[in-house]
């Protein structure tokens, strides 16, 4: 009796367990392509972090890495299909326009880089000195020149560095008018020579790639960074 209540038992759980592996729905697991996607698309954001990196601030001691990776996303974008033409297009449009700036910066013994840098660790003790004279139209001036730097450095043009040489020279003038003591004097001097450097340096570089290219570079950004996103989200859905 005890041997068949045993059995019973075994039996029944046996069923059971049976019962709740058929009934237990299974997830469904999100399609197999969706991390090579993410991982597609943050190879490139990675390299488009470097477009500013060698463009805006002159640094290309990632040049290859940049240009390497470039082809490689392009080419597997291209033999997988996984955007419009006009993607691949801008994508290989940005590539040789950065390819070309970093090679410019090269060949113009790769000053860029140091005198943008001396340029801005040294600006808040400049920009202190010279409101420390507390002549209105000196800083007036140079809040002129500073803004026409920045101007030509998102969009370079002919017209903004001419200005931009004007009212430098005019600070210049400014600060020769007010007989500073020589140390003071000097050492103004000295920092809107290295900003004039690394003006100089930037339209060089520019001038070399074409002010257009140059000026195409955020647009060409933009655009395929959005379409990035708007791929993105349809594959969210999907998953």
Known sequence: MKTLVIILVLVTSALAALFFTLDTPTEEKAPSYAPKQKLLYSKIDDNFDLVRRISKEGD???????????????????????????????????????????????????VLYMHLLKTKDRMENFEKKLKSIGLGELNKNWRITQKLFHQFHRKPSDEKYKKYLQHLDMTKTIITELYLDDDQEEYLFSYL?????AFHALYEVYNDVGFYRINELKPLIYGLKEQMEFNRAQYDIKS
């Open 193 to 197: 020579d290295e900003h004039h450097n």
């Open 60 to 110: 290309i001691s990632e040049a290859k890495n940049f240009k390497r990776d470039s082809l490689r996303l392009i080419n597997e974008i291209k033999r997988k299909s996984l955007f419009s033409e006009k993607f691949v297009q801008d994508y290989t449009r940005l590539h040789f326009i950065i390819n070309d700036t970093a090679h410019a910066i090269h060949e113009h013994d790769d």
